[in-house]
């Protein structure tokens, strides 16, 4: 029997091995082809499987679509991490790390999908990214801030982390715009929001 780019047996594969391949088959071909124009055989085919094994793991499109998406974001995301207040530079490459892996490219470029068939993947998404990153990053700039109610460090770790993900999204990112934009992010995370440094933020 042929063995699949894994090289292990489809037969000698266990369930949770299976639903594994299938995700990681299902992401990709979303990923290139999108919620409508990706097909089950296709996806059934790239993980070395049967269709009919596909679909005795998911019933249809749209729930395997939802949890390649929130899978693959899930297992990025917990190598985010924590941190003490003076690893937030280091955090902050972590992130970068993350959000600039291309299965998490995919993964939240496909989770902005709208249909009505679909769970809303894109809240979800959203919870997964706020209590990964910007929360434990929050907690960071609120150990090392004075109080300011009128901007709390939730607010400004909510906006540094969507402008990492912003540009970590981008292909043409290199190391240099990795260190200027997170030495800016701590900067402007520091600042007084009347600060003229931190307009555009």
């Known amino acids: 029997m042929s063995e699949p ?10 369930p949770d091995s299976r639903r594994a ?13 999108g919620l409508y124009g990706a097909k089950m055989d296709d ?18 499109k749209f ?8 899978t693959a974001l899930t297992e990025l995301l917990m190598q985010g991490g ?3 207040p003076q690893e937030r530079h280091q955090f902050l490459r972590r992130i970068w790390k993350v959000t600039s892996d291309p299965r998490f490219r995919s993964a939240h470029r496909l989770s902005l999908t709208r249909d009505p068939a679909l769970p809303d993947v894109a ?3 959203a919870k997964l990214i706020d209590e990964a990153l910007v929360k434990p990053f929050s907690t960071l700039l609120g150990q090392t ?4 109610p009128h901007d709390p460090p939730l607010t400004r770790a909510r906006l540094a982390v969507a ?13 240099h715009s990795l260190d200027a934009g997170v030495a800016f992010l701590l900067r402007a995370c520091e600042l007084e929001p009347e600060s003229p440094q931190a307009d555009g933020f």
Not at 21 to 33: G, H, M, N
Not at 145 to 148: F, I, P, T, V, Y
Not at 163 to 175: A, F, V
């Open 82 to 84: 924590g941190g003490t």
């Open 21 to 33: 391949a299938i995700l990681r088959a299902a992401l990709k071909e979303f990923d290139v082809k």
């Open 163 to 175: 402008t990492l993900i912003g540009q970590s999204t981008k292909e043409s990112t290199t190391p």
């Open 63 to 70: 729930q395997l679509f939802s949890e390649a998406v929130l």
């Open 43 to 60: 996806i059934a085919m790239t993980a070395g499987l049967s269709k009919g094994s596909v679909y005795r793991y998911f019933p249809d």
């Open 145 to 148: 801030e004075r109080a300011q």
């Open 123 to 125: 809240a979800d998404a």
């Open 5 to 14: 780019s894994g090289g292990t047996p489809r037969w000698r594969r266990t």
